[in-house]
């Protein structure tokens, strides 16, 4: 969700009004994703060195964070999006803390998306973590640790495409495990100015590629003729 800092100061504002628009361009993403057939998002909201930012920015981001999960869980809930959180949560603000957990039970069951949203999230912290307790370990049962509680004992989904706004062509921490075979997708759009045609273009884009996972092509049929 990059761009929403130089959407603002190119528009004379503050950079929390970024967010603010930050945040309507997730709803917008959140409404056409199971339109699209989208099963997962996940949504980089704040990284875990977010930390470094100055203290209000800090404070604005994740009080809108909270403002949006105590506001839109019953809507959520209405069309069947389940709502989790992935990162730490021991240095959240209680309050936010309170937002999450409540947002995530009420839409436990639900099953048209399931949006993931990263809060306080370090790829490189995540996969240390998850490598404390399992020397010895399957690739899928490290995938499983590394699934945080939002799968329930199934394993971090593989990312198909990893979709990065504002000109940016980094990974910045971002589910470097499950982007083993991601395809990437790099736009200049600012997320804020995000809207369901940029997302079915990234899609167009994905759909256009041919994904071996280290294999060789699928071999062509032979040519049958009478
Ligand atoms: C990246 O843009 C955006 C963030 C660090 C914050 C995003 C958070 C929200 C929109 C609020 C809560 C989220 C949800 C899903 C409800 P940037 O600040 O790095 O912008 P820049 O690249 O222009 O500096």
Known sequence: ??????WATARGLNRLAGHRKGVEAARRVIEAAPTLGIRTLTLYAFSSDNWRRPMEEVAGILGLLQYYLERETDRCVENGIRVSVIGRRDRLPPEVTAAIVAAEQATSACTQLHVRIAVDYSSRDMILQAAQQCAGWSRDNFAIALGNSDHGGTP??????????????RLSDFLLWECAYAELYFTDRMWPDFCAEDLEAALQSFR?????????PAPLLPAISF
């Open 1 to 6: 969700m990059d761009g929403n800092g130089r």
């Open 208 to 216: 256009a590629r041919e994904r071996r996972f280290g294999a060789v």
């Open 156 to 169: 971090a989904p593989d990312v198909d495409l990893l979709l990065r706004t504002g000109g940016e062509k």
